[in-house]
C-alpha cells in the first residue's frame, strides 16, 4: 500500500528554517505530483505546495511564497519542503499528500 512518512519538524525561532522530508513507498513515485498542507490549531487544513510529478512545476500559497520551497529527488522517492524566514504563524502540523494518501504530519512549532 502507498505509504508516506514525513520528518524533519521541530522548535525553530522566528526566522530560522526547517527542512521538512516526505518518504514515500508503495507507488511509483515519479508518476505522482506531490503537495504540502498543513494544519494550525483550532483552523483546517490549507493547501502549501504543489510540484509536479518532474519537478518542472510547483505552486505555492501566497502566505509561504519566496519563503518555502518544494522539491522532489524521484531516485530517492522523496519530496523536501525547504522552509525559510520562518513565522510564529507557521507553526502547524505539515503533511505530505499524494497518490491519493496523507502521511502523519510531523509538527512544525515556530517561536517568537
Known amino acids: 500500500q502507498v505509504q508516506l512518512v514525513e520528518s524533519g519538524g521541530g522548535l525553530v525561532q522566528a526566522g530560522g528554517s526547517l527542512r521538512l522530508s516526505c518518504a514515500a513507498s508503495?507507488?511509483?513515485?515519479?508518476?505522482?505530483?506531490m503537495n504540502w498542507y498543513r494544519q494550525a490549531p483550532g483552523k483546517e487544513r490549507e493547501f502549501v505546495a504543489f510540484?509536479?510529478?518532474?519537478?518542472?512545476?510547483?505552486k505555492y500559497a501566497d502566505s509561504v511564497k519566496g519563503r518555502f520551497t518544494i522539491s522532489r529527488d524521484n531516485a530517492k522517492n522523496t519530496v523536501i519542503l525547504q522552509m525559510n524566514s520562518l513565522k510564529p504563524e507557521d507553526t502547524a502540523i505539515y503533511y505530505c499528500?499524494?497518490?491519493?494518501?496523507w502521511g502523519q504530519g510531523t509538527q512544525v512549532t515556530v517561536s517568537s
Open positions: 510540484i509536479n510529478w518532474s519537478g518542472g512545476s510547483t
Open positions: 508503495g507507488l511509483i513515485f515519479s508518476s505522482y505530483a
Open positions: 499528500y499524494g497518490g491519493g494518501t
